[in-house]
């Protein structure tokens, strides 16, 4: 039951994107990728003084899991700061999502956080992210 309606979400999320649209200018622009599903999104962002996220806008391409992560993340971050935005982890994309994913679709769930990650921080942070689960 709780499958479905987390599945209808998610598909809400992918066919109504919320905050689609690059932002011009950005104070965060980052694009990124997934080679071997050929997932893209494309994040930017606007932050106050305070570093605190005012305005997001994103773009991208790739299936509903990719797309649905992204709206639902771009959803979450208004109005926090950039440090609350270094401790969103891997398990707050997948509660967002709210169903299992099996491992290829993991990587799709986890372009948002990574284009959020390396756009915010560099690689080297979300390198940190990812050696934190393993």
Same mark, same amino acid.
Request: hydrophobic letters at 35%; aromatic letters at 6%; a negative charge.
């Given at each position: &039951?709780?499958?479905?309606?987390?599945?209808?979400?998610?598909?809400?999320?992918? *066919?109504?994107?919320?905050?689609?649209?690059?932002?011009?200018?950005?104070?965060?622009?980052?694009?990124? =990728? =997934?080679? %071997?599903? @050929?997932?893209?999104?494309?994040?930017? %962002?606007? $932050?106050?003084?305070?570093?605190?996220?005012?305005? $997001?806008?994103?773009? @991208?391409?790739?299936?509903?899991? +990719?797309?649905? !992560? &992204? !709206?639902?993340? !771009?959803?979450?971050? $208004?109005? /926090?700061?950039?440090?609350?935005?270094?401790?969103?982890? /891997?398990?707050?994309?997948?509660? #967002?999502?709210?169903? !299992?994913? +099996? &491992? =290829?679709?993991? *990587?799709?769930?986890?372009?948002?956080?990574?284009?959020? /990650?390396?756009?915010?921080?560099? #690689?080297?942070?979300?390198?940190?992210?990812?050696?934190?689960?393993?």
């Amino acid at each position: &039951m709780f499958d479905d309606m987390y599945r209808e979400q998610i598909l809400d999320h992918a *066919k109504n994107p919320r905050h689609h649209g690059l932002l011009q200018p950005a104070d965060i622009d980052f694009e990124g =990728n =997934n080679p %071997l599903c @050929g997932d893209r999104l494309h994040l930017t %962002l606007r $932050v106050d003084e305070q570093n605190r996220v005012q305005e $997001v806008g994103w773009e @991208g391409e790739g299936c509903a899991i +990719s797309q649905a !992560s &992204m !709206s639902m993340l !771009s959803e979450e971050i $208004v109005g /926090k700061t950039l440090d609350e935005l270094r401790h969103i982890a /891997k398990e707050d994309i997948f509660d #967002l999502l709210g169903i !299992s994913l +099996s &491992m =290829n679709r993991i *990587k799709c769930a986890l372009l948002s956080l990574k284009v959020l /990650k390396v756009g915010a921080y560099g #690689l080297a942070e979300w390198n940190r992210t990812q050696d934190e689960d393993e």
